[in-house]
């Protein structure tokens, strides 16, 4: 059985850099990352510019439910596909992932915590707390670098869904976190975190 690891916070966090930290520290064959941006729903019925237009803030924007379907496979000692999201063309791509079982799995999203249903697949919930100024700007700077997106695009799109979504889904949902990590200082809960993750490899059947 797989320990599960969910790890939330606002854009712009820090919820990467905690998971690949947590990555380099346990052995790279025992631990998997799912990323819920993945699980994006396949929305090319709609034209280009009407997929811009989608709130990609909004809980029903993501097909968690597959997510969960997923993380029960692999649970159960099963291999998964994971989908894969075109971010500059808002749309699924043809090609998935294959991801065998692993004793650790962690799962990264801005609204891990926020359906019951994949709150119940969580073994440990981790809350990435991190000032709004800081987050925005990696936002930006993610957005436009990565993802070919122009600024005024990216400043539309955090004022019309970002920060609404942030607001109304997001930031509730830390309550059901087990640990809220202050971005700038992550040392002391990295430690606990990967002293536990060892333990449950060390225990898990070869």
């Not at 991190?130 to 700077?141: E, G, K, L, N, S």
């Not at 087990?178 to 993750?197: F, H, N, Q, Y």
């Amino acid at each position: 059985m797989a320990y599960v690891i969910g790890i939330a916070g606002g854009t712009g966090s820090g919820k990467t850099t905690l998971s690949r930290a947590i990555l380099k520290a346990l052995p790279k064959e025992d631990v998997v990352v799912l990323e819920h941006d993945h699980y994006y729903k396949d929305r090319s019925d709609l034209s280009a510019p009407e997929r811009a237009l989608l709130n990609f803030d909004h809980p029903d924007s993501l097909d968690t439910a597959l997510l969960v379907e997923h993380l029960r496979a692999l649970k159960a000692g099963l291999c998964i596909d994971v989908p894969q999201y075109d971010f500059r063309s808002h749309a699924r791509s043809v090609e998935t992932v294959r991801v065998a079982p692993t004793p650790v799995i962690i799962v990264e999203g801005i609204l891990v915590f926020v359906e019951e249903a994949l709150r119940e697949q969580l073994d440990v919930k981790l809350f990435v707390d991190t000032d709004a100024d800081i987050r925005v700007m990696r936002r930006v700077r993610r957005d436009i670098e990565q993802r070919g997106r122009t600024f005024q695009s990216v400043r539309e799109q955090y004022y019309r869904t970002v920060r609404p979504m942030h607001l109304a889904f997001v930031e509730p949902s830390k309550r059901w976190a087990d640990l809220i990590i202050p971005e700038g200082d992550a040392r002391v809960a990295l430690d606990l975190v990967t002293s536990k993750l060892l333990s449950v490899i060390a225990k898990s059947p070869r």
